[in-house]
């Protein structure tokens, strides 16, 4: 069993910055592919930003390419999503996932792939 605890969110003005972390226990998630995610209110979760376990590739939403970078620390079993810019729709609850996989590919990218999910943390961006 894996557990995830998502730290760093809050409000930040349109422009400003916030960088999540996703603190993994239970067992090591180095072998895990890990993503975020995130659900505005009325709105389904949605795909964000994606790590592969050897830590050599990411993956990213279009409306958030060029904005956000994913990171990871294996030693540290954390996974960290930087997000610059940011605009007032990137308002939601952001979630962290990890996905078992034979594929050292990024993932995960669609919610029914992820096997284990943290409770989420809020970010609020103001115009």
């Known amino acids: 069993q894996v557990q995830l605890v998502e730290s760093g969110g809050g409000l930040v003005q349109a422009g400003g910055s916030l960088r999540l972390s996703c603190a993994a226990s239970?067992?090591?998630?180095?072998?895990?592919?890990m993503g975020w995610f995130r659900q505005a209110p009325g709105k389904e979760r949605e795909y964000v930003a994606a790590?592969?376990?050897?830590?050599?590739?990411?993956s990213y939403a279009d409306s958030v390419q060029g904005r956000f970078t994913i990171s990871r620390d294996n030693a540290k079993n954390t996974v960290y999503l930087q997000m610059n810019s940011l605009k007032p729709e990137d308002t939601a609850i952001y979630y962290c996932?990890?996905?078992?996989?034979?594929?050292?590919?990024?993932?995960?990218?669609?919610?029914?792939?992820?096997?284990?999910w943290g409770q989420g943390t809020q970010v609020t961006v103001s115009s």
């Open positions: 239970g067992r090591p998630v180095s072998n895990y592919a």
């Open positions: 996932a990890a996905e078992r996989s034979i594929f050292d590919i990024p993932g995960p990218t669609s919610a029914t792939s992820a096997n284990y």
């Open positions: 790590i592969n376990w050897s830590v050599s590739n990411t």
